[in-house]
């Protein structure tokens, strides 16, 4: 069965990097389109960023542009979230979706993980 | 590119139907078909209801339907459950720089 797993999340210090890593097993990663959303607590969702299924095409929400970074490594069916200049703004429940169809865009999420809490805090 | 806006709330009965609306604009809803419905109870992770304005995934009950018109998508939960009640968020396409916006959510009481 399809498995997601976020890790790296923790309490930073504003301005700080943090890095998040996706885990996924159960499908064959390399051939989707890969997301992470994220959730403020108590607040609604909101799209990060997203990255083609070979790492070639990659888009980011205007709040995290020019400061977080997504990537993947195929071999070790992984996704990776490499986020600098922390906000407390950038509070929340981070997690990575996978896209509903192979090799193209539906911008539908079909399996999340758990998330992973990343709190920006000094 | 602002959230698509939702009703705070919603309630019903069981067995009865209920429909959660989701406005949008020309340049998200109104002109493009990737409206998607998650939804997430307390704690856990969200689960695709529809994609695709009115597709649903495999496992969904069929008590579930969606529909568009305009710029508004519209979410219909008929037969009510008590395993119903959960928050309900929809999401758009939007082609602009933020490619996907999210509603700020319903929550969905059964009475």
């Known amino acids: 069965q399809v498995q997601l797993g976020e890790s790296g999340g923790g309490v930073v210090q504003p301005g700080r990097s943090l890095r998040l890593s996706c885990a996924a097993s159960?499908?064959?990663?390399?051939?989707?389109?890969m997301h992470w959303v994220r959730q403020a607590p108590g607040k609604g969702l909101e799209w990060v960023a997203l990255?083609?299924?070979?790492?070639?095409?990659?888009y980011y929400a205007d709040s995290v542009k020019g400061r977080f970074t997504i990537s993947r490594d195929n071999s070790k069916n992984t996704l990776y979230l490499q986020m600098n200049s922390l906000r407390v703004e950038d509070t929340a429940v981070y997690s990575c979706?996978?896209?509903?169809?192979?090799?193209?865009?539906?911008?539908?999420?079909?399996?999340w993980g758990q998330g992973s809490l990343v709190t920006v805090s000094s | 590119q602002s959230a698509l806006t939702q009703p705070a709330s919603v309630s019903g009965s069981p067995g009865q139907s209920i429909t959660i609306s989701c406005t949008g604009t020309s340049s998200d809803i109104g002109v493009y078909n990737y409206v998607s419905w998650y939804q997430q109870h307390p704690g856990k992770a969200p689960k695709l209801m529809i994609y695709?304005?009115?597709d649903r995934p495999s496992g969904v009950p069929d008590r579930f339907s969606g529909s568009k018109s305009g710029n508004t998508a519209s979410l219909t939960v008929s037969g009510l459950q008590a395993e119903d009640e959960a928050d309900y968020y929809c999401s758009s396409y939007t082609g602009s720089s933020t490619l996907v916006v999210f509603g700020g959510g319903t929550k969905l009481t059964v009475l």
């Open positions: 695709g304005v009115s």
């Open positions: 979706a996978k896209e509903t169809v192979r090799y193209n865009y539906y911008y539908a999420f079909d399996y």
């Open positions: 990255i083609s299924y070979d790492g070639s095409n990659k």
């Open positions: 159960g499908f064959t990663f390399s051939n989707y389109v």
